[in-house]
């Protein structure tokens, strides 16, 4: 069955600190993408990871991709309050010209001034 | 340009009655998808489009109908409403124009809630 699996499920973090989400699925991609969604609101685009070995970086946010292993990390540096949402990976399962996307379960962080 | 809106926002619904939920997106996308979104279980594909015309099933496309009969709506039915279709469904579209440059992400509508007594 395939999985896409997130942890932790909820995090709590101080303004300042580091951390890392982690996402493994367990089929082979290439393309994996990371979400924000801000409660009750819709998704927001953060990363498009293609390739093994990418890495991309927004601010306070590093995404990277390691399809050997069939992981990605969102790292979190120096954390701010307005970092706090729910973050989703999902990963394209899609061959032949079809583009379907399994989601994981989502990381709710929560950060404490 | 409004990316991808959802119609309606809200919806409430007794136990096998219908309706259909609309999705419009003026991005000149060629691919659109609906979600469903539960508690705790992030985001399960129902149907998706990859053009005018064709629709193809997600993970749980089970008492739900689509259809793209036009490039910029993707409309998404429930025949006879279930309380298990309780949810907040999402559509969202994407180029794919973009995938070889990796700016084929989606785009997200703002929701709309549907509560099934």
């Known amino acids: 069955e395939l999985k896409v699996e997130q942890n932790p499920l909820f995090l709590s973090m101080q303004e300042g600190k580091n951390y890392t989400i982690y996402c493994n699925y367990s089929t082979t991609s290439d393309r994996l993408y990371w979400y924000r969604q801000d409660p009750g609101k819709s998704l927001e685009s953060l990363f498009v990871?293609?390739?093994?070995?990418a890495v991309k970086q927004e601010g306070r946010l590093m995404a990277s991709l390691d399809t050997k292993a069939r992981l990605s990390t969102l790292h979190i540096t120096a954390a701010v309050h307005d970092l706090s949402a729910t973050y989703f990976c999902?990963?394209?399962?899609?061959?032949?010209?079809?583009?379907?996307?399994?989601f994981g379960t989502g990381t709710r962080l929560k950060v404490l001034a | 340009n409004a990316g991808v809106t959802q119609t309606p926002k809200f919806r409430v619904l007794k136990t096998g009655q219908s309706m259909t939920l609309l999705c419009a997106q003026d991005?000149?996308?060629?691919?659109m998808y609906w979600y469903r979104q539960d508690p705790g279980m992030g985001l399960r594909l129902i149907h998706y489009?990859?053009?005018?015309?064709?629709?193809a099933k997600g993970e749980v496309p089970d008492g739900y109908n689509v259809s793209r009969l036009k490039k910029q709506n993707f409309l998404l039915g429930l025949e006879s409403a279930a309380p298990s279709q309780t949810s907040v469904y999402f559509c969202?579209?994407?180029?794919?124009?973009?995938?070889?440059?990796?700016?084929?992400?989606?785009?997200f509508g703002p929701g709309t809630r549907l509560t099934v007594l």
């Open positions: 489009s990859v053009g005018e015309g064709t629709t």
């Open positions: 990871l293609l390739s093994n070995g």
């Open positions: 969202a579209s994407s180029p794919p124009s973009g995938r070889a440059r990796g700016t084929d992400t989606q785009y």
């Open positions: 999902a990963v394209d399962i899609g061959s032949s010209g079809t583009y379907k996307y399994i």
């Open positions: 991005m000149n996308h060629e691919y």
